[in-house]
T-cell receptor, first 116, second 109 residues
Framework: ETGVTQTPRHLVMGMTNKKSLKCEQH?????MYWYKQSAKKPLELMFV???????ENNSVPSRFSPECPNSSHLFLHLHTLQPEDSALYLC???????????????FGDGTRLSIL | GQNIDQPTEMTATEGAIVQINCTYQ??????LFWYQQHAGEAPTFLSY??LDGLEEKGRFSSFLSRSKGYSYLLLKELQMKDSASYLC??????????WGAGTKLIIKP
């Protein structure tokens, strides 16, 4: 139990479907992250929300749309995905300081996404 | 560009010692993290080094040399449950995390 819960754990969808990934953290952290993890590649940071405001968007295609309604919940809305988007999507949270932070990130178990 | 290098895969024997290396070239340095990730599970935090030297936590130790851009994770008295991927990540000058691709450690009886 990491304190970060992701649902669903597995998702299979067609390229024309719309679905959403959900993440909830119970750690009282003020920053949340979406990462993409592909086999034998480094974690790719997709989005960062700090104090509920998006502070990073690393050139992610518009078919991925994040939403952070409060500091405990994070969503990733998916629309018209491509086969190359099949991967493990990880959510993480951390406690960020006002100017910088070296606090570790706490991860959920991820959603294994397969695009048909 | 920024780069983290670690071996793709390593094999070791139960009860033995293994050292997983990580070298980095980043724009600035504000610390290095090691995470453990079992298959199908969340990466979990193992250690954080920002000063040179060795930090020990039970069976696991992490070493850092900033002048060499080098770290290693040392696992002693290996157990089967240590079979996992080990991820190295560096905080750069902007406090952005730069990740390695991970080292898959296979423990054999």
């Amino acid at each position: 139990e990491t304190g970060v819960t992701q649902t669903p754990r597995h998702l299979v969808m067609g390229m024309t479907n719309k679905k959403s990934l959900k993440c909830e953290q119970h750690l009282g952290h003020n920053a949340m992250y979406w990462y993409k993890q592909s086999a034998k590649k480094p974690l790719e940071l997709m989005f960062v929300y700090n104090f509920k405001e998006q502070t990073e968007n690393n050139s992610v295609p518009s078919r991925f749309s994040p939403e952070c309604p409060n500091s405990s919940h994070l969503f990733l809305h998916l629309h018209t995905l491509q086969p190359e988007d099949s991967a493990l999507y990880l959510c993480a949270s951390s406690q960020e300081g006002d100017t910088y932070s070296n606090q570790p990130q706490h991860f959920g178990d991820g959603t294994r996404l397969s695009i048909l | 560009g920024q780069n983290i290098d670690q071996p793709t895969e390593m094999t070791a024997t139960e009860g033995a010692i293994v050292q997983i290396n990580c070298t980095y070239q980043t724009s600035g340095f504000n610390g290095l993290f090691w995470y453990q990730q079992h298959a199908g599970e969340a990466p979990t935090f193992l250690s954080y080094n920002v000063l040179d030297g060795l930090e020990e936590k039970g069976r696991f130790s992490s070493f850092l040399s900033r002048s060499k851009g080098y770290s290693y994770l040392l696992l002693k008295e290996l157990q089967m449950k240590d079979s996992a991927s080990y991820l190295c990540a560096v905080l750069d000058s902007n406090y952005q995390l730069i990740w390695g691709a991970g080292t898959k450690l296979i423990i054999k009886p």
